[in-house]
């Protein structure tokens, strides 16, 4: 259950670091010369609330022109507008990091919306916007924690206390742990809620209040998330690799009967259960770069997918590049993984697995037990980082001809130093001057 460690409306200001706070103080005053009002909501509201940190994109609503209180944020804060939309009254805002604090590596994104209504033609459907009140605003969102804003009215260069609106009991319920829906067509108008709860209730370990429960089995009934576009459903579980632990959002998933929706071959099996759990216990001290998790948890995540049914779902969920070549190294590299013993030599080892690529064999490394396991694992971290002294320039001094041999030879001698025949740079001129001397050796005269 979350524990709320802040309450007031001063208690949630004094949680914002120093930099945020004089970037949402000029903002409200800027907001404020424009006759708006600027009310800051969803999920910072709810991680102040929680006392973490202020460390994502900052959402807020406009009483007032969204669109044209962006351009002059941007103007006024050295940001500038990404992304503008005035059908919607939405507007982004990306500031460089360094206008905010020096040592701010990333830029921060202010994403304004103004203040609306949405009605929703058909289930499932892009809602049509109107501009409505912060109450009316309010009334359309998914949760009740989310459903919290706090006006940011400044005062010189800091903001003051203001009014904290919170018309559906959020904080009440992100205190007594529970996911509740504002209204019995919540899922309905949008089916992509079911997602974005199952992420919450994963991450904050919420539980669904019981007509919550209800309104999501019945929307689970009329196949509301099959018919939600897969671009948009694509979007939500990429999040999930997002979390701080994934695998409690795929358990979860599982419990709610979303796996086999979301994709009907997918199994949370208890091996890729304890694959993924496996995988995030290690992943701090692992040795990969973080870049590849979320690449790791989705060729886990479909490891027992054949070949068949990974193309089905490169397809369906119209995969990026990366992920769709993730999907398809992870199916092929099974299939060479009968290949691998203990007694191999590690240029055998190189010659085996070289082929595949880091996220491939990392899923490897933790959905398979030992012995592939490990040899995958000292294949990754000691055997394919080893690099030659030597390279194709300075074989051609040594008297190589440029073609085919050249590479051959530096093929044989990667083999060599992997099997630690040669262990130096002059040991690899020697091995590679012996070479030479062999009948049909390539080289000069
Ligand atoms: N929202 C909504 N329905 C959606 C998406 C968003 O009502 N389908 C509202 C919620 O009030 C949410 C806010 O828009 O809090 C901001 O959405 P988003 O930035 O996507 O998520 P956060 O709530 O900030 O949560 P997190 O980034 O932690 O997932």
């Not at 973490?52 to 050295?78: N, T």
């Not at 001809?401 to 992997?418: D, H, I, S, T, V």
Request: net charge negative.
């Amino acid at each position: 259950m979350p524990k709320l460690v802040r309450r007031t409306p001063s208690d949630l200001l004094a949680g914002l670091a120093a930099p945020v706070e004089k970037l949402l103080a000029r903002a409200a005053t800027v907001a404020q010369s424009h006759g708006a009002t600027l009310w800051l909501v969803g999920g910072v509201v709810r991680d102040l609330f929680l006392g973490l940190p202020v460390e994502r994109d900052i959402d807020l609503v406009v009483e007032g022109d969204a669109v044209a209180l962006a351009q002059d944020l941007a103007v006024a804060l050295a940001g500038r507008v990404v992304a503008a939309h005035d059908a919607f009254g939405t507007a982004t805002v990306e500031i460089n990091g360094r206008h905010i604090a020096h040592n701010a590596r990333n830029a921060i994104f202010l994403d304004l919306a103004g203040a609306r209504r949405e009605i929703y033609p058909h289930p499932a459907a892009l809602p049509v916007v109107q501009t409505a009140s912060i109450a009316e605003d309010l009334a359309r969102r998914d949760f009740s924690i989310n459903a919290v804003v706090l006006e940011l009215h400044a005062d010189g260069s800091s903001l003051q206390p203001a009014r904290l609106l919170d018309p559906f009991g959020g904080q009440h319920d992100l205190e007594a742990g529970v996911l509740r829906v504002l209204h019995s067509a919540s899922f309905v108008d949008d089916p992509t809620r079911i997602l974005r709860g199952l992420r919450l209730a994963a991450r904050l370990d919420l539980v669904v209040e019981p007509h919550t429960e209800t309104f999501l089995e019945q929307a689970l009934e009329r196949k509301l998330l099959e018919e939600t576009s897969s671009d948009r459903i694509r979007t939500e579980l990429c999040l999930v690799f997002d979390e701080p632990r994934p695998s409690q959002v795929l358990r979860l998933a599982d419990r709610w009967g979303l796996t086999s929706l979301i994709f009907p071959a997918l199994r949370w099996s208890e091996r890729i259960e304890q694959a993924v759990v496996r995988f995030e216990n290690e992943m701090a001290n692992a040795a990969h770069d973080s870049t590849l998790h979320a690449q790791v948890y989705l060729g886990l995540l479909t490891y027992d997918l054949s070949t068949e049914e990974r193309e089905i779902l490169i397809a369906r969920y119209r995969l990026p590049n990366e992920s769709a070549w993730l999907l398809r190294d992870v199916g092929a590299v099974q299939t060479v993984l009968e290949q691998l013993s203990p007694t191999l030599r590690s240029s055998e080892i190189d010659t085996i697995l070289r082929p595949f690529g880091p996220a491939a064999l990392w899923t490897v490394s933790y959905a398979e037990s030992s012995p592939v396991s490990a040899i995958v694992q000292r294949y990754l971290l000691e055997l394919r980082p080893i690099a030659l002294s030597l390279d194709g320039h300075a074989l051609q001094r040594l008297g190589v001809l440029p073609g085919p041999q050249l590479g051959q030879l530096l093929r044989a001698l990667r083999a060599a130093r992997l099997d630690g025949l040669v262990t130096s740079q002059a040991e690899e001129e020697t091995w590679v001057r012996e070479q030479m001397r062999q009948p049909g050796a390539g080289g000069e005269a």
